[in-house]
């Protein structure tokens, strides 16, 4: 690609905007979207609620969450626009969720509130290993990214996963997975690729002040602004939307000009293949999710400052799709 710094952002921007499918009268509930997530525990169930919104609230139809029995009331409160199903420490539950709700789901994202509680980790594995087999798309997060470290096969034979690790969570991976330290390499990009390249099929999106993406061939950034605020919530939004983003981009290789028309994107046709093409489906929804979740954050932190928090960046949703 010949395109670089504001020229490329921008039109990878465009890019984002064109993977937004059209709404029209022949679509059926379902069909832009059925994104689960595994997680929630007694202590952490904000999380799971928040990755969950997050992928209604961009566009998803359905939203399901599949958390301990101790989670699920408190998340049911929260909303009763999430399907919440108990199961992650049933004696049924890899059962339940292989036989039953893992064949209608898209995409799968693991990790938000999970906790470290050892039975619920092998359970997680267990449904991880099912979700392969049936080609679902995979957003691991959180405490799923230290699964990955306790469990470095867990991911064999996926056709697509993206790891969102934080500065902290990158560390270890690096170190479990590469037994090096990030500032061993040259640069962070170097390390983030060679993180995604110790995987197969697997996009690493390093969060930071640039995010940074790389399926361990090719690499992208995201500085579109954010805000300064860091408070807990923010990495739960961006998994979720993710996982949205991810069926959406997929979606939109089988008709990237009818999308495209539809979402009144400035550019040609030929450049939307071309990008799409260069880059890839996966990459391009983890710029789309990136770029997006920071536009929230900096409209919400516009409006409330010091005093935001996740609630205010899921409120500008509607805002930000307008504005990409």
């Not at 997050?54 to 399907?83: M, N, Q, R, V």
Request: net charge neutral; charged share 20%; with cysteine.
């Amino acid at each position: 690609m010949s395109m670089r710094g504001a020229s490329l952002q921008s039109q990878l921007r465009d890019l984002a905007k064109s993977i937004v499918p059209p709404l029209t009268v022949s679509q059926h509930k379902g069909q832009l979207g059925r994104i689960g997530v595994v997680g929630g525990s007694k202590e952490y169930t904000g999380a799971p609620y928040y990755a969950g919104i997050s992928s209604l609230k961009l566009g998803a139809d359905l939203s399901f969450i599949f958390c301990t029995e101790s989670a699920a009331t408190p998340i049911k409160t929260y909303s009763p626009e999430l399907i919440v199903i108990p199961l992650l420490d049933t004696d049924d539950g890899v059962e339940t969720m292989t036989s039953h709700w893992l064949p209608r789901l898209h995409a799968l994202v693991v990790g938000p509130g999970l906790g470290r509680e050892k039975t619920v980790h092998q359970v997680t594995y267990n449904i991880v290993k099912e979700a392969i087999k049936r080609s679902l798309h995979l957003v691991i997060d959180a405490d799923g990214l230290q699964l990955v470290i306790d469990s470095p096969d867990v991911l064999d034979g996926c056709k697509v996963a993206v790891l969102t690790p934080n500065v902290a969570e990158f560390k270890r991976l690096c170190q479990a997975r590469l037994e090096k330290e990030p500032a061993e390499f040259a640069a962070l990009p170097e390390a983030v690729m060679a993180l995604a390249k110790s995987f197969e099929n697997v996009t690493v999106v390093l969060k930071g002040a640039v995010d940074i993406i790389s399926d361990g061939e090719k690499s992208m950034t995201c500085d579109i602004p954010g805000s300064f605020r860091r408070c807990g919530g923010q990495g739960d939004v961006l998994s979720g939307s993710m996982a949205t983003w991810l069926h959406w981009a997929l979606l939109s290789t089988r008709a990237p000009a009818e999308q495209a028309s539809a979402a009144g994107v400035s550019f040609s046709h030929h450049m939307s293949r071309t990008l799409l093409k260069h880059y890839g489906p996966v990459m391009s929804a983890a710029y789309a999710a990136c770029s997006f979740t920071r536009t929230c954050s900096r409209m919400a932190f516009e409006a409330q400052g010091r005093t935001m928090t996740t609630p205010d960046l899921i409120a500008n949703f509607s805002k930000a799709l307008a504005e990409l």
